[in-house]
């Protein structure tokens, strides 16, 4: 009964932390600065330049949920691609990611 609890406890904190982000404003927007996208969805995991020149970024907002393994809503997690062309957004698209 106590481990049902603690995953109870664990699942509604992370179901906070995941309104949250969804709250901040995750939409990218063409245009935008690295910065700004940066404040919406922190530090990218993953940068590389394409055969454009072009810089690009993968985040993973709310990384640390995928390390939990937890069935239901809470088992996705959204990862976005974003192209930056001069210091701005060119293109982004957004993927779902399951952890199971």
Known sequence: ???????LA???VLAG?????QSNGESI?????????E???GRPSETRHNGDGQLVCIYSPGEAK????IIGEL????EYTVRYSHGVVVSWDAQ????L
């Open 1 to 7: 009964m106590k481990i049902k609890l603690t995953v």
């Open 96 to 99: 779902t990611e399951s952890a």
């Open 17 to 21: 932390c995941a309104e949250d982000q």
């Open 29 to 37: 927007h063409r245009g935008e600065s690295r910065a700004q996208v």
């Open 10 to 12: 664990v699942a509604a």
């Open 39 to 41: 404040a919406k969805l």
């Open 75 to 78: 088992s996705h997690q959204q």
């Open 66 to 69: 995928m390390l939990i393994p």
